[in-house]
């Protein structure tokens, strides 16, 4: 996703329900300098997008509730110019 942040260019969202799966993406991240905030719910992940938008999201498509395409076009209707 392209993101109009002025945010530090390391910060990323993972947007992902499976919290082993989250926990061992972000883990790996922080570990090569990343500042990853993970997300287990599709519509707080879009929420935290919108209030403070970050370099990169890494987002399941198959999120329950609110998918990741969804969230992919609301983000772009929002975000991008």
């Given at each position: 996703?392209?993101?109009?942040?002025?945010?530090?260019?390391?910060?990323?969202?993972?947007?992902?329900?499976?919290?082993?799966?989250?926990?061992i993406l972000?883990?790996?991240?922080?570990?090569?300098?990343?500042?990853?905030?993970?997300?287990?719910?599709?519509?707080?992940?879009?929420?935290?997008?919108?209030?403070?938008?970050?370099?990169?999201?890494?987002?399941?498509?198959?999120?329950?509730?609110?998918?990741?395409?969804?969230?992919?076009?609301k983000c772009?209707?929002?975000?991008?110019?």
């Amino acid at each position: 996703m392209i993101s109009t942040s002025t945010n530090r260019p390391n910060r990323l969202f993972i947007i992902e329900d499976d919290k082993e799966l989250s926990e061992i993406l972000g883990e790996r991240l922080r570990r090569e300098g990343f500042e990853a905030e993970q997300f287990y719910d599709g519509s707080v992940g879009l929420s935290a997008i919108f209030s403070n938008p970050p370099s990169l999201v890494l987002l399941d498509l198959m999120l329950p509730g609110r998918r990741g395409f969804e969230i992919c076009k609301k983000c772009a209707r929002k975000l991008l110019p």
